[in-house]
């Protein structure tokens, strides 16, 4: 029944995170958008943790209780060495524990990398805004701990006068955020794991945020139409592809527009609600199963605070 409801939950989650479901999430406010998609990511991940841990817990039930902790693990890890296809489980989560750290490095590595560009920028200044000296056009929020906007002098100096605040307010709301550092560990997961549902999460954070610092940029300048507009006139022009350009301009531009969101609050109320509840069942299910598995270690906790006793 454990494994039905984690294996059944990461199935309806890699469905609402899909390209299909993506459209159904778009619906929603911006708000809700994104803490669903970040909720998402968290299930996606600590879900298959949660059920390895399960197996594991299970395994380590079925070694004799009498024997050592050193003695136990020998046992479990010669067992599964010896005869893999016994527990077959067993042998898949001990598999897949030894391959996440490696896996998730590589991923940490690779999101670093691809960010190598723009924080070399971010770096160059103190201020939360930095004007870089190039011909070129693009504007980006970089820097994990410290986030800075990064607005190119050939940006600034063709684009429109009155879409500059438009980029300023955008820019801002991605620092202020902190959202290259949620990004980077979506990416880095993405990376790191090769399955498709954390790539397609990955892309939704993504359009979330970009979405969430459109309506900063409204709410800012007090004009959704002079933000539409911008977003539009940049993507025609084709200057400033790290403005957030990945192909969702139509449908940013017609939510700044028409306002509207056609699902209903309970709705979104009741998704939240679900993604947070798997996340809980996850978490707890995580927490009961180290704690069965360390009973089953016999490992002692420790007795300092009450095992010495002071005599006259």
Known sequence: MKFAILFGGWIALAALVSPAGSRFIWRFRPRVQAVVAIAANTALALVPVSALAVALSTALAQIPASESFLDRCGMLLMGLVDKPLANPGASLTLLLLALAPLGLAVGVIRAWRSQAASRKFAQTGTDTLVLAGSDQHFAFTAGLIRPRVVISQGLM?????????VVLAHEEAHRRGRHPLVIFICEAIALGIPLLPFRWVADMVRASLESLADEHAARALGDRTLVAEAIAGLALESVGATLGFEGNEVARVRRLLTD?????????????????????????????CGDESVRELQVAQCQLSSSSTISD
């Open 157 to 165: 100096d063709q684009m429109r006068s009155e879409w500059q605040p």
């Open 260 to 288: 509207t969101h056609s699902t209903h609050p309970a709705i979104a109320t009741a998704l939240v609600i679900g993604v947070f509840g798997l996340i809980g069942f996850s978490g707890a299910h995580l927490a009961h």
